[in-house]
Each structure stands twice: as C-alpha cells, then as structure tokens.
C-alpha cells in the first residue's frame, strides 16, 4: 500500500483539499466585540449600595460619640473615664477612618474593616465584662458593621473596577 500517491483522486489533483471546519452562524453571546445580551444591566454597581453607606454612617457616628464623650470626661475632669473611653473606643476610631475609603479603595478596604469589627466585638465584649465603655452599644455598633459589610452587594461594590 502506497501512502504517497494521490492517483485515486478526483480531477487528477495531485493532493485531496483540506477540509474545511462548519460554519456556524454566530449567536449574541458569541459576539468578538463584546455584546452582553443583558447589556441593559451594569455589570457592576455604580453607585454605592445602601449596606456600605449605612456601615459607612455608622463607623462614623459611633466614632464621634467616642471622641466627644471623652472630651467630655476629660472636661469634667474625670482623666481615667477619658482614658478608658478612648481605649475601648480604638476599633471605632479604625473604623471612622477606614469608612473615608469606601468610595475610592478595593476589597482590602473591606477586609480590614470587617476584621476591625470583629476585633471591636471581642474588644466590647471584654469592656461589657469588666463594666467599661463601649459596653452593649459597641457590640450593636460593630456587629452591626461587620454584617453590612459581609454581604454581596458589598463585596461587588468594592470588587468593581476603579
């Protein structure tokens, strides 16, 4: 058997033609240029979603409690109330701080304010066992903050591109 010669083909050509792949007709999503059949919806969002505002918001307030009541101890001349407020107070502080970068910052923004709630919830629940601030209000206030923070709508937020 003669692997080389091509003699058996139609119209004496010396080789077959190669064959040619099927063409399909190309669908919507198949599109090179970039055609979302659900173009309408953005693929990310643009503004800043309702959960990271309202952590955002709250960071914010519950630092300034922190910070205006231990002036206020301070003032009044109470040093060790000031003192012990502004210590429990520190993750707070974290917190108020890291919120100015919700709008401009990624995703590491948001795992460090998740981790910084975390550690204000044990930071509260050792101040609630011994009686000192922030007590049940820094609970609330950082729980609070670590689950608006956890959810998706969050994390796409702070996904997006910049």
């Not at 974290?94 to 709630?117: D, E, K, P, Q």
């Not at 206030?141 to 956890?150: D, E, Q, R, Y």
Request: net charge neutral.
């Amino acid at each position: 058997m003669d692997f080389g010669n091509n003699t058996g083909a139609p119209n004496n050509q010396p080789y077959e033609p190669y064959p040619t792949a099927p063409v399909y007709p190309q669908t919507p999503h198949h599109d090179p240029y970039g055609y979302h059949p659900y173009s309408h919806i953005p693929p990310h969002p643009t503004t800043m979603p309702g959960s990271v505002r309202a952590a955002r918001i709250i960071s914010w307030l519950f630092a300034a409690l922190g910070i205006g009541l231990s002036v206020l101890a301070g003032v009044i001349g109470n040093p060790e109330l000031a003192g012990a407020l502004v210590a429990g107070l520190l993750p707070a502080l974290f917190l108020a701080l890291f919120a100015f970068g919700y709008t401009t910052n990624g995703n590491g923004m948001r795992v460090a304010s998740i981790i910084c709630a975390a550690f204000g919830i044990l930071w509260s629940l050792g101040g609630a066992a011994q009686g000192l601030p922030p007590g049940l209000l820094g609970i609330a206030a950082n729980l609070t903050i670590l689950i608006l923070l956890s959810k998706q709508i969050s994390a796409d937020w702070f996904k997006r591109p910049h």
